[in-house]
T-cell receptor, first 115, second 114 residues
Framework: DAGVTQSPTHLIKTRGQQVTLRCSPK?????VSWYQQALGQGPQFIFQ???????QRGNFPDRFSGHQFPNYSSELNVNALLLGDSALYLC??????????????FGSGTRLTVV | AQSVTQPDIHITVSEGASLELRCNYS??????LFWYVQSPGQGLQLLLK??????LVQGIKGFEAEFKRSQSSFNLRKPSVHWSDAAEYFC????????????FGTGTKLQVIP
């Protein structure tokens, strides 16, 4: 059973560019959340998608946007990259049953370096 | 707003010794609580979770955690640490309900010495 798959694993972008990160959730999961983890820090919640809509959002600027597709996979887009956007971006999937979320499964992340 | 405090940034223990990692949370209702472990450059692996019921939760790799509502704590324990347990450990709190936002602590880095 495949877990959460993220691509690419690493990438380097130049300040001001745009980037798209991709995530395929674990089989049976319908909710995708994105986290940013700066070096030496805990993961920070960016946003969560369910039924192709953004359901919750953390304290991140509009430069961060996302999308969820009918097959539950998701993309994270970051525009006008800043040096401070360099981080490990983690995707987590989960499923909701009877109004209860049964916890996240995390991917291995995409390491984004902005130069 | 929900939050998590992990007061110990770095802990060193000898292999075979017992371990306790501290976690305090802030949340208005009954929280969902988690402990995750992260090896360098890797994603997070769920060690255990508490949703309701028995306040002593057993997890993978011999870890356990105890939910203490009166102390707003969810400390992680292991009776005998192995060198392979060296990693960073994150405590997290989630709101109840379907659209769950999980908030992480800043982590505790565990070093295991021979």
């Amino acid at each position: 059973d495949a877990g959460v798959t993220q691509s690419p694993t690493h990438l380097i972008k130049t300040r001001g560019q745009q980037v798209t990160l991709r995530c395929s959730p674990k089989s049976g999961h319908d909710t995708v959340s994105w986290y940013q983890q700066a070096l030496g820090q805990g993961p920070q919640f960016i946003f969560q998608y369910y039924e192709e809509e953004e359901r919750q959002r953390g304290n991140f600027p509009d430069r961060f946007s996302g999308h969820q597709f009918p097959n539950y996979s998701s993309e994270l887009n970051v525009n006008a990259l800043l040096l401070g956007d360099s981080a490990l971006y983690l995707c987590a999937s989960s499923f909701v049953q009877g109004g209860t979320n049964y916890g996240y499964t995390f991917g291995s992340g995409t390491r984004l370096t902005v130069v | 707003a929900q939050s998590v405090t992990q007061p110990d940034i770095h802990i060193t223990v000898s292999e075979g010794a017992s371990l306790e990692l501290r976690c305090n949370y802030s949340y208005g209702a009954t929280p969902y609580l988690f402990w995750y472990v992260q090896s360098p450059g890797q994603g997070l692996q769920l060690l255990l979770k508490y949703f309701s019921g028995d306040t002593l939760v057993q997890g993978i790799k011999g870890f356990e955690a105890e939910f203490k509502r009166s102390q707003s704590s969810f400390n992680l324990r292991k009776p005998s640490v192995h060198w392979s347990d060296a990693a960073e450990y994150f405590c997290a709190v989630g709101n109840s309900g379907g659209y769950q936002k999980v908030t992480f602590g800043t982590g505790t880095k565990l070093q295991v010495i021979p």
